[in-house]
């Protein structure tokens, strides 16, 4: 039997260290915060001209950043780039992983075999699918302001906030309407909600699949290597849009392709939507997460991981069916993040950094008399709900992730339905709960186990909710027994109960659930309420924080465009020098040394070096540049906007990143242009692609695209 190698870490490596701590970070007053350490995400509308200017040696003037901002474009939970003037976007391969395998046809695997239009007719629509391009930005802060200022109930505070957004989303979206263009206006707060901005973009809805690499390729190394570096992943593929009457989009903007890529110590700009960070958060706040939401996130994950990969190590072919590995390579996806986010917070001199910046801060508004009678006690009222928090700490991590459908108990799932369908029959429920389908019995068995020890640890052998779990039993035991006395333990008995009307309350699994039901209700009441709160204080901060420092310091990542600058260098690790980049010929060292096995398989075309190939081609790279989840598929771009790479992941020492940026540590990671390319043309003999980067022309067959490439 072959078993995979489970590629987490063991939870033991990440114990959230004591409260005690915070005194500990408090007497390092010595530590400097650093002048970047809220990091580089910069936003449009507040754009670092002159720093770009005087730190790297060119212009950045307003045009220089409208092409950058126009020429990128935001996609579903990704980023992509223009980069010729027919509508050609590059992004990467696992950014369009689904859609690939949405657009194949009866008998084809694209997402095995990879995809390739060789005529502009055969480029697949993508259904649902969309690329939002920002076309204007408006500052709305002293509009939003001067509504939710007249009131002070929290409560009615939020309700007139929405109320206004809308007002603007209205108001803007007809001002910027256009004929045939579709737009979609989206407030975006910044700095927690100290500053309000309405960005107005164009979205395309007719986007097609002209090119994906086999996913093999396009995730080398996969869920082992991932977040870290040295990396030979060939992570990209391009896709069209398409304007209303069906002819490629006219792109007055675009990406030039650069050819020469880059070398270390040159400059690239990374263009982007990244993901919600924290490094505004107060220590209370970061405190909170390291002691409760991240050691408790951790800890479901990683015995969920445990479950998935000992299933699929016992059933192979069926964890094969199943799709056991991508679901395994999304949790331990999430599992690594938290753990390296976990780390940054037990980390001394990444908490001393953020205690002296707050210490500064205090300084700043208690020197100041307008700010000290208004925001002099912010801080420490916003330290005062965290630990309300704190009391609900054992029900957070007991019920994290309830009722989840894939690393989550279907028995639990289906119980929490049926409890709802008996309190209020509805038939539309009935049918819902009746096509929910569940895992195999040993999965299932596995991850109703681990919910159970949940119950067990956080909240106690004596809680209401853990004596009617475990009823006198172990986890294990009790999770055994309630699956064989439940109709809701498989599908098919769940099916026969709701034909026959024969859910009852009495059902073990549903008199489980209104155990836990009063409980996680009153939880949720009370934990949202102070989540509220805490946001309203912390959009008073927002402003106080934007008062002293303006926009020096870049606000919070929202998922929204970014622009962000970065040096290609090396970096020291483990003892040794991680190089710049790496090349194709460390796809093949890792293919061979790992028996050509597993994540280091090769596709077909690849197995043997391709003709024509240049093994040194520079294949990944690093830099500086300050990249988050969300990035995926951003273009890297020199100062003469032409793109260099794409922006696919991070180093597991950047991990620290939803905290601090720390160029010293943290490293994104670049499918480098030159690797495309080369793959383009001596691997999938793609003329039609690149004659279009090549001369800006648009092709519609692969023989015409020939002809100009001669």
């Known amino acids: 039997m072959t078993h995979v190698r489970r590629s987490f870490i063991s939870l033991a490596l990440f114990t959230a260290l004591p409260i005690s701590l915070t005194a500990q970070v408090a007497q390092q007053d010595t530590v400097e915060t650093g002048q970047f350490d809220y990091g580089k995400m910069w936003t449009f509308e507040y754009a670092p001209s002159q720093y770009f200017t005087d730190t790297y040696g060119f212009d950045a003037n307003a045009a220089w950043f409208e092409q950058a901002r126009l020429s990128a474009v935001r996609i579903p939970g990704c980023s992509a780039s223009f980069v010729s003037p027919n509508g050609l976007l590059v992004t990467n391969h696992h950014c369009v992983r689904g859609r690939v395998a949405q657009v194949s046809q009866p008998g084809e695997t694209l997402l095995d075999s990879g995809f390739y239009a060789a005529t502009l007719e055969e480029e697949r629509p993508i259904p649902g699918y969309y690329a939002d391009q920002l076309i204007a930005i408006e500052d709305v802060s002293d509009e939003v302001f001067a509504a939710i200022d007249r009131v002070d109930d929290p409560a009615e505070k939020e309700r007139v906030r929405q109320a206004v957004l809308t007002e603007i989303q209205t108001e803007l979206s007809s001002t910027y309407m256009v004929e045939g263009a579709n737009i979609r206006v989206q407030i975006i707060s910044l700095y927690h909600g100290g500053r309000y901005s309405a960005y107005v973009f164009r979205r395309f809805t007719d986007v097609r699949l002209v090119f994906a690499v086999e996913l093999q390729i396009g995730s080398f190394g996969g869920d082992p290597d991932n977040f870290t570096y040295p990396r030979y992943a060939l992570d990209f593929a391009f896709l069209r849009v398409y304007d209303n009457d069906g002819n490629p989009h006219q792109a007055d903007h675009f990406f030039g392709w650069g050819n020469e890529g880059v070398e270390e110590g040159d400059v690239v700009f990374v263009i982007g939507n990244p993901g919600p960070t924290s490094r505004l958060n107060t220590m209370a706040q970061l405190e909170f997460q390291r002691d409760v939401t991240v050691p408790a996130r951790v800890a479901f994950l990683e015995t969920r991981l445990t479950a998935l990969w000992d299933f699929y190590n016992d059933y192979p072919e069926e964890g094969e069916q199943l799709n056991i590995r991508p679901r395994a390579f999304s949790l331990s996806n999430s ?287 690093v830099s500086t540049a300050d990249t988050y989840g969300g990035n995926s598929g951003s273009p890297a771009v020199t100062p003469a906007l032409e793109i260099v790479g794409l922006n696919f992941d991070r180093n597991i020492e950047g991990l620290s990143r939803d905290f601090i940026y720390l160029p010293e540590r943290g490293r994104n990671i670049m499918v480098d242009v030159r690797a495309i390319r080369a793959a383009l043309d001596q691997v999938y003999s793609t003329d039609r692609i690149l004659a279009e980067i090549e001369t800006g022309r648009l092709f519609t067959t692969e023989s015409e695209a020939e002809g100009a490439r001669r």
């Not at 006690?377 to 704190?390: P, V």
């Not at 309830?402 to 119980?415: E, V, W």
């Not at 926009?551 to 991680?578: C, F, K, M, Q, W």
């Open 335 to 621: 599992f690594k993040a938290n753990s390296g986010r976990l780390e940054a917070l037990s980390d001394l001199g990444i908490m001393a950094r953020k205690a002296g910046a707050e210490r500064d801060l205090r300084v700043a508004i208690q020197t100041r008399a307008d700010l000290s009678a208004q925001y002099g006690n912010l801080l420490d009222e916003i330290a005062a709900i965290q630990q309300e928090k704190r009391r609900h700490a054992a029900e957070y991590a007991a019920f994290q992730s309830l009722g989840n459908s894939s690393s989550g108990s279907a028995t639990i799932r289906r119980a929490l339905m049926a409890y709802r369908m008996i309190a209020e029959p509805n038939p539309a429920l009935g049918d819902t709960l009746a096509s929910l389908a569940g895992h195999p019995a040993e999965l299932e068995q596995a991850l109703l186990t681990a919910r159970f020890a949940d119950f067990e640890q956080y909240l106690g052998a004596d809680h209401e909710i853990t004596r009617a779990a475990l009823q006198g039993m172990d986890p294990a035991a009790a999770a055994t027994a309630m699956i064989g006395r439940s109709v809701l333990g498989d599908q098919s008995r769940t099916q026969q109960a709701i034909a026959a009307g024969s859910l009852r309350p009495s059902d073990p699994a549903v008199s489980l659930v209104s155990a836990i039901e009063p409980h996680y209700n009153a939880y949720l009441r009370d934990y949202r309420a102070l989540v509220a709160r805490e946001r309203q204080l912390a959009s008073d901060l927002g402003r106080v924080r934007f008062e002293v420092y303006g926009s020096e310091i870049p606000p919070d990542a929202t998922s929204s465009p970014r622009i962000t600058d970065g040096v290609v260098r090396s970096y020291e690790y483990n003892g040794t020098l991680a190089p710049p980049y790496t090349t194709f010929f460390g796809i093949y060292d890792r293919y061979f040394s790992h028996e050509r096995q597993f994540d280091w398989a090769l596709p077909g075309k690849w197995r043997t070096p391709p003709a024509g190939l240049d093994l040194r081609t520079p294949l990944n790279f």
